[in-house]
C-alpha cells in the first residue's frame, strides 16, 4: 500500500521542522510513502523552513484559500492508496504509518483506520493521553489513515464546515467501517493559535453539524459540552468507599451481578481496604471534571491477566461512557504492562454489557457458570477493533 502523508501549514514555521521530520522519520519503507506540503499563504519564516526540505517533500504553494481547502488540495494532489494528515504544528510517532496501514492491507472492507493520540502544549507539558476506543469522533482531523477509494466514493472535504473530519467520517461510516488501533501515535499539540481555541465559533460550528447529522451526533468536546473522563486511584476515605458502594448496590448493577442481594457497609468497608492494599489490583474512580461518575477495577489473575470490571454512576450510564472507562483501563494497564490480557465475566442476561465491552474490543471466550449464574468470559488481547 502506498501512503501520502498530508501535512498543511498556515505560519507555523516554528513548529515546522517537527512535523515534517516526524513525517521523514516514519518506519514505513521511504518507496511507499510520499510526503506533501500545503502552504495556505504564510507570510512567516515558513517558505523558509520549506527550501530545506526541497527534493524530499512535494510542495503545493499559493495564496490562503483556507485549512479544509488547502487540505482537499492535498488530497487530489495525493497519490498514495491512503492518506493521513498532521497539521504543522502536530507531529507523529516513527509506528504511525506502519500501525496505521496493516489493518487497512489485511481488511480491504475498511474505510480507514485510526489511532489514540496525546493532547499537550508545545513543549510536552501537560500530556495526556486520549483514547478514541468508544468513537472515532473523540479523535481529531488527524491521526486517521483514510482508503483513497473510500473518499472518493462519498465526496471529499466539505469546505464550508470547520469540522469538515467529523462530517466525512459520518458520510463513510454510512457504507463502510474503520478499524481501532489502541495506541497513541499522534501529538495534537495546544497553543493559544489553534483554530479551535474559539469557543463561540467551535460551539457554531458544532451546532453545523448537528443540524446536519441529527441532534445527537457527537464530536469531541474541544472544551465545549462534557469534559473528557480521566481516572484518579480511589482514596482511603470512607467518602469514596460510600461513594462506591452506593453505585454497586444501585439496583441495575445488582440485578448485572452474580451476587444479586445488597451488599452492606460492614462487608463493603473491609473489603474497600483490602483491594486498595493489595499489590494485584488497580482501583480507580472516574472522573468527568470535578464530578465523579464511575468506578473501574483490575485484579490480576495471572502474570500478565487481568479481570476487568465497572460501575457506572445510575445518571451517568448514557453516552458512551462505559466503552471509554474500559478504553481508559486498557490505555493504563497496557502502559504497566504492554502485553496484558483483559478479560471481563459478564452474565448471559446482560446485553448491554455485552454490548460495551465488545466495543472496546473485547471478543466472546468461553462460557461458563458463575453462582449458578449463565455467563461468559470476554477477552481482549493487544490488538485492533473495528467500528461501523
Known amino acids: 500500500m502506498n ?3 498530508l501535512i498543511r501549514n498556515l505560519n507555523y514555521g516554528h513548529f515546522l521542522n517537527r512535523a515534517i521530520a516526524s513525517a521523514l522519520d516514519q518506519d514505513y519503507p521511504a518507496a511507499r510513502r510520499e510526503i506533501i506540503v500545503v502552504d495556505d499563504g504564510s507570510t512567516d519564516e515558513s517558505p523558509r523552513v520549506l527550501a530545506q526540505y526541497a527534493g524530499r517533500i512535494r510542495l503545493i504553494a499559493g495564496p490562503r484559500r483556507g485549512a479544509i481547502a488547502a487540505l482537499n488540495a492535498a488530497v487530489h ?35 480507514f483506520s485510526y489511532c489514540d493520540y496525546f493532547e499537550e502544549g508545545p513543549g510536552g507539558e501537560d500530556r495526556r493521553r486520549i483514547s478514541t476506543a468508544a468513537t472515532p469522533f473523540d479523535g481529531t482531523a488527524a491521526g486517521f489513515l483514510h482508503r483513497r477509494s473510500a473518499v472518493e466514493r462519498v465526496g471529499f472535504y466539505d469546505e464550508e464546515l470547520m469540522f469538515a473530519e467529523y462530517d466525512l467520517l459520518a458520510r463513510v461510516l454510512k457504507e463502510s467501517q474503520g478499524v481501532h488501533i489502541p495506541e497513541a501515535l499522534y501529538h495534537y499539540v495546544r497553543h493559544g493559535a489553534n483554530m479551535t481555541g474559539d469557543p463561540a465559533r467551535v460551539a457554531h460550528e458544532i451546532d453545523k453539524l448537528r443540524k446536519r447529522h441529527g441532534p445527537n451526533f457527537h464530536v469531541r468536546s ?4 462534557p469534559e473528557a473522563l480521566v481516572l484518579r486511584p480511589a482514596h ?3 467518602s469514596d468507599a460510600r461513594m462506591i458502594l452506593n453505585w454497586r448496590n444501585d439496583p441495575v448493577a445488582r440485578a448485572a451481578s452474580f451476587q444479586t442481594t445488597t451488599i452492606s457497609w460492614e462487608v463493603h468497608w473491609p473489603w474497600y481496604l483490602e ?9 480507580f474512580v472516574a472522573m468527568e471534571g470535578t464530578e465523579p461518575v464511575g468506578m473501574v477495577r483490575l485484579d490480576r489473575r495471572g502474570r500478565s491477566a487481568w479481570e476487568v470490571s465497572i460501575n457506572l454512576a445510575p445518571e451517568k450510564r448514557y ?9 481508559l483501563a486498557d490505555d493504563l494497564l497496557r502502559a504497566e504492562d504492554a502485553d496484558a490480557v483483559l478479560e471481563a465475566r459478564i452474565r448471559q442476561d446482560n446485553p448491554a454489557s455485552q454490548a460495551a465491552f465488545r466495543k472496546a474490543g473485547y471478543e466472546p471466550g468461553d462460557l461458563l457458570a458463575i453462582e449458578g449464574v ?12 473495528h467500528v461501523s
Open 222 to 225: 474541544y472544551g465545549i459540552g
Open 374 to 385: 449463565p455467563a461468559r468470559r470476554w477477552i481482549k488481547r493487544r490488538s485492533s477493533s
Open 319 to 327: 453516552g458512551g461512557r462505559g466503552v471509554r472507562l474500559l478504553a
Open 77 to 111: 494532489e495525493s497519490q498514495g492508496d491512503a492518506f493521513t494528515l498532521i497539521d504543522a504544528d502536530d507531529w507523529a510517532e516513527p509506528r504511525l504509518l506502519s500501525a496505521l496501514a496493516a489493518p487497512l492491507q489485511k481488511d480491504p472492507q475498511s474505510a
Open 3 to 5: 501512503v501520502s502523508v
Open 236 to 238: 482511603r476515605e470512607e
Open 275 to 283: 483491594r486498595l492494599a493489595s499489590s494485584d489490583c488497580r482501583l
